[in-house]
């Protein structure tokens, strides 16, 4: 029985840990060491200090926001 392919942030996930040689969670305590702050300016944060693309960098935040909400 395959499985359901990823959505959302996490489908990015593999990719980011291929491309930039870091664990997700490595990226995600990166952001959760930046909080509070607006979700632009940790992506913003993400693409100047640590050369993620946008959408890699939205990936990560969107996790980490939403994860602080429950």
């Known amino acids: 029985m395959p499985t359901e392919p990823m959505k959302g942030p996490a489908s990015y996930f593999p990719s980011i840990e291929k491309k930039y040689g870091r664990p997700v969670s490595a990226w995600q305590q990166i952001v959760r060491d930046e909080l509070p702050a607006k979700h632009m300016d940790l992506v913003a944060m993400l693409k100047s200090?640590?050369?993620?693309?946008h959408g890699h960098a939205n990936a990560i935040?969107?996790?980490?926001?939403?994860?602080?909400?429950t």
């Open 49 to 53: 200090d640590h050369g993620l693309s």
């Open 61 to 69: 935040v969107a996790s980490v926001l939403a994860a602080e909400k």
